[in-house]
């Protein structure tokens, strides 16, 4: 898929991705490469064609994916920061005193799907995802 300036301003000008319009601390190339992550994750015909409205259901896929990627990648500091290369682990603990007990608490999903829950965007396109796959399909 080629990413267009196109797609790139309507990208920027959706209110729910405000955190993304500062153009030094997103610099093109990185929502280009966000979008571009995007349109793999989306690249089922499940998802339909591509076209720029807010009513597209491949388009506010790709929104919402591209926002996750940047959000979980470079946080709030943007292109200034390194990315990021930790895994999240859910982790349980206790103290009483100076007592204290830690344990590694298993996911609830499988990885890939577990790491879409750490965004609001990621949670909106997990929600889409799942629609994307509801129901039988004509082969």
């Known amino acids: 898929m080629i990413i267009t300036p196109e797609m790139i301003a309507a990208f920027r000008s959706n209110p729910l991705m405000k955190a993304f319009t500062d153009a030094v601390k997103w610099p093109d190339e990185f929502i280009v490469?966000?979008?571009c992550e995007a349109g793999?994750?989306?690249?089922?015909s499940r998802w339909g064609a591509l076209e720029l409205t807010c009513d597209n259901?491949?388009?506010?896929?790709m929104q919402y994916f591209a926002a996750?990627?940047?959000?979980?990648?470079?946080?709030?500091?943007?292109?200034?920061?390194?990315p990021g290369s930790d895994a999240r682990l859910n982790v349980a603990q206790k103290?009483?005193?100076?007592?204290?007990?830690?344990?590694r608490v298993p996911q609830m999903m499988d990885a890939g799907t577990d790491w879409l829950t750490y965004t609001n965007f990621g949670q909106q396109f997990y929600r889409l995802?799942?629609?994307?796959?509801?129901?039988?399909?004509?082969v």
């Open 68 to 82: 996750h990627w940047l959000a979980t990648n470079f946080s709030t500091l943007g292109s200034t920061a390194a």
């Open 95 to 103: 103290s009483v005193g100076d007592e204290s007990i830690a344990y």
């Open 33 to 35: 490469e966000a979008l």
């Open 57 to 61: 259901f491949k388009w506010r896929g």
């Open 40 to 44: 793999t994750e989306t690249g089922s």
């Open 129 to 138: 995802k799942k629609r994307a796959g509801m129901g039988a399909k004509v």
